[in-house]
T-cell receptor, first 117, second 115 residues
C-alpha cells in the first residue's frame, strides 16, 4: 500500500532561519506529491505540488522537488517568518484500492513548526 | 477563503446523543470527503462521495453515517459514539478525480468531544 513518512517534530526555529522538513513515500503506482499547511484553527490548505519526477513545486517561498530515485519530497524555505508557524503535511495521491478513477490522498502525520521572533 | 464551510465548529456530546455535522461547498465541485484528524495520527479518510454516490467507506464503524443529498452538501450523522471518537472532523471537496494531481479543498473542521 501507499504510505508517507515525515519528520515528527515539533520543529522550533528563529525568524529568518532555514527550514527543511523531510518527507519520504512508498507508492504502488506513480503518485503526485503535495505539501499541505494547517494554520491554527483552520483546515488544510494546499501549499505546493509536483506531479512527475524532478518537478519542483513552489509557493510563498517554500519549495520541494519530486525525487523519484530517493522517493522523497522534502520541504524547504530559505528564511522562515513567524507567520509560517503551522502544521505541515506531506501527502501523495494515487489510485484507490478499487483501481478506478477515485484517487485518494495519503497523508503523513504532520510536522508542527513554531517560528519565534 | 476556502469555499468549504462546516457547522458546528465545536460540538460536545454524550455517548447516547444523536447529532449531525454539516459541510457545504461553494466551489462547484462534485466530490466530497470526510476525514478524521486525531492527535499524533495521520489524517484518516472516512468516506468519499463522487457525483452524490458513496464510492469509498474505509471500514468506518456504523455509528458514523454519511449523507450526501446533493453535490454541495455533505452530512455526517453521529449516534452512540465512544470517547475515542473525539477528534477534529474535516470535510473536503474536489472536482471528480480525473487524474492524480487534483487538489482537495478543506473546511475548518468540527472539533468533536464525546463525554
Amino acid at each position: 500500500g501507499n504510505s508517507v513518512t515525515q519528520m515528527e517534530g515539533p520543529v522550533t526555529l528563529s525568524e529568518e532561519a532555514f527550514l527543511t522538513i523531510n518527507c519520504t513515500y512508498t507508492a504502488t503506482g506513480y503518485p503526485s506529491l503535495f505539501w499541505y499547511v494547517q494554520y491554527p484553527g483552520e483546515g488544510l490548505q494546499l501549499l505546493l505540488k509536483a506531479t512527475k519526477a524532478d518537478d519542483k513545486g513552489s509557493n510563498k517561498g517554500f519549495e520541494a522537488t519530486y525525487r523519484k530515485e530517493t522517493t522523497s519530497f522534502h520541504l524547504e524555505k530559505g528564511s522562515v517568518q513567524v507567520s509560517d508557524s503551522a502544521v505541515y503535511f506531506c501527502a501523495l495521491s494515487d489510485r484507490g484500492e478499487s483501481g478506478g478513477s477515485n484517487y485518494k490522498l495519503t497523508f503523513g502525520k504532520g510536522t508542527l513548526l513554531t517560528v519565534n521572533p | 477563503e476556502t469555499g468549504v464551510t462546516q457547522t458546528p465548529r465545536h460540538l460536545v456530546m454524550g455517548m447516547t446523543n444523536k447529532k449531525s455535522l454539516k459541510c457545504e461547498q461553494h466551489l462547484g465541485h462534485n466530490a466530497m470527503y470526510w476525514y478524521k484528524q486525531s492527535a499524533k495520527k495521520p489524517l484518516e479518510l472516512m468516506f468519499v462521495y463522487s457525483l452524490e454516490e458513496r464510492v469509498e467507506n474505509n471500514s468506518v464503524p456504523s455509528r458514523f453515517s454519511p449523507e450526501c443529498p446533493n453535490s454541495s452538501h455533505l452530512f455526517l450523522h453521529l449516534h452512540t459514539l465512544q470517547p475515542e471518537d473525539s477528534a477534529l472532523y474535516l470535510c473536503a471537496s474536489s472536482q471528480r478525480p480525473a487524474g492524480p494531481s487534483y487538489e482537495q479543498y478543506f473546511g475548518p473542521g468540527t472539533r468533536l468531544t464525546v463525554t
